[in-house]
């Protein structure tokens, strides 16, 4: 199958999903099957995820383009719609999405699902900048020792969970601590040797080594703070009555949680006793859970959705030629998925650089991006996603062509033609790059095939197991490095887990980048690290990077303050506010 061919597929592909998008089908844009099934809560086709064209800490459709200016120039402005005059407190802001969360404690949970809500409900230490500078939030104020062994955090004075009870410093050592043995992002808190309360107001988190991660972390997604006075009572905390409904949950954050039906709505009300004055602006956030991308579509043009994340690529380019909608991929620049093919190095086709190199020449990203993903998506060059301060643009990139990749196999003595491979996917959404992958094996002269599962949890099985060859997949940055990008290159993180080190990299140099980087407080010493890292891993090609999916966003003109900073909607809201129409 050329080129072609394939761009016509994908021509009449997006036909069919606009015309799906106008009727009653479900939407075949992701996999609701939970992660815990693969013995993970990140990525793809978990709560994490949004619909695997909008993923999780691994799912399709997230950010940005080689250069900010490719996303401006495909995006309305994030400010568009804005009006002249201060924010007016009062309205109800409707939220429209397709994910449904388990729960709504985030301390034991991550995942998109959870955290859209989770973090108007809770209040977090730490806010970031769209410099992925750390902000005051529940911390007025912070300190890391000069030996990096030691971050201080200073409360607010006067900050009450729901119930009224005063929100401490030992409600942040049990939230660190709950998140630290339960939270699947184990490496977030990994370094905390142990959390000092010398009063009421003061938190001394205590590190077995320096930790720059530790500040990300404490981001509102990922370190939500919990009333020790409810959940500390002896009840198994992912298991905890507490965690989801109105009976007896209670919050940190700028709303209070109202009305919970599980797969139905999630209501929220303004916190009269929010720490922060004359915040949040919104009297009201619901969140209603819906069946299918075409709801969505629907309340975004007919104006009864104010925001939405947009699933599927035919329903970004069905919006954006609606005036009446704003559409933007800013936004979610920390949460950075990246699309990419990853190579299991045990195979022993595999295990020869000069294969993947070959492979990685046949793949043209730029016809993923555009054809195959309409123009939705932007070409990846590396892990670290271009929204990252740590990505490096100056690493080889590869994809000089089939004819390329068949020289440097005979430059190898290599004969594709005695090699058999079959291609993994994530079931349905990533068949249409399942596909293109089999064709350029097959153009460069393998024998190449699909290799086809039912759903997402056998998917998973096949890969964490190690039975694969080579799969599509998509990975999820989470901000920090730490968090997010080590698992997969790291030599000791294969361990028989999805989204860990599942081509069996080992490079001990990177090894040795990555151990640096991690606990190197200096930036530009850190981006340089990193920056070393991502050239050594793709002069290795464990991994082909495909695209980096924006979760693109849209909203009606009344909306201010739109979620378009490094965490999207996994931040609070109480920035956002209504104009009059």
Known sequence: MSKRLLALLALLLSFALIAASCGDDDDTGGDDTSADDAGSDDDAGSDDSDDEDMADEDDSTADMSETTDDIEEDSDEGDAGAVDGEAVAGGTLLIQSTQVPRHLNGTVQSGYATAVPGTQLNASPLLFDENFQPQPYLAESWEVADDGLSVTLHLVEGAVFHDGEAITSEDVKFSLETSQANHPFRTMFAAVSSVDTPDDLTVVINLSEPHPAILLAMSPGLLPIIPEHVYNDGQEIKEHPCNAGTDCFVGSGPFMLAEYEAGSIIRMVKN??????????????????????????????????????????????????????????????????????????????????????????????????????????????????????????????????????????????????????????????????????????????????????????????????????????????????????????????????????????????????????????????????????????????????????????????????????????????????????
């Open 272 to 581: 009269p006793n929010f720490f922060i004055p004359e915040r949040p602006y919104l009297d009201e956030i619901i969140i209603e859970i819906v069946p299918d991308a075409a709801t969505v579509v629907l309340g975004l043009e007919n104006g009864d959705t104010d925001f939405a994340a947009i699933p599927g690529a035919a329903n970004v380019v069905r919006l954006q030629d609606n005036d009446d909608v704003i559409v933007t991929a800013d936004g979610h620049a920390a949460v950075g998925p990246v699309q990419w093919l990853e190579f299991n190095l045990s195979d022993p086709a595999l295990s020869e650089v000069e294969v993947r190199r070959a492979i990685a020449d046949g793949i043209d990203r730029e016809f993923v991006a555009e054809v195959l993903d309409q123009g939705t998506t932007f070409p990846a060059t590396t892990g670290f996603h271009p929204g990252s301060p740590f990505h490096n643009p100056d690493t080889e990139h590869y994809g000089a062509g089939v004819e390329a990749a068949q020289a440097r196999l005979a430059d190898a003595g290599i004969d594709p033609s005695t090699i058999d491979f079959a291609v993994d996917y994530i079931p349905p959404s990533q068949l249409a790059y399942a596909e293109y992958v089999v064709q350029v094996l097959t153009d460069i002269g393998f024998n190449a095939e699909l290799n086809t599962v039912p759903d997402f949890p056998s998917w998973a099985g096949r890969v964490a197991g190690g039975e694969h060859q080579m799969t599509i997949n998509n990975v999820w940055n989470w901000g920090d490095p730490v968090i997010g990008v080590h698992r997969t290159y790291l030599s000791t993180n294969n361990v028989g887990v999805i989204w860990t080190n599942n081509t069996g990299y080992n490079n001990a140099d990177v090894d040795e980048l990555l151990a640096q980087a991690g606990a190197e407080y200096d930036f530009d010493t850190r981006v340089d690290l990193y920056g070393q890292a991502q050239e050594l891993i793709n002069q290795d090609v464990p991994i082909v990077f495909l695209t980096t999916p924006p979760f693109w966003q849209g909203f009606q003109p009344r909306v201010q303050n739109p979620p378009i900073g490094i965490w999207g909607q996994l931040g609070p809201m109480h920035e956002m506010w209504l104009a009059s129409e």
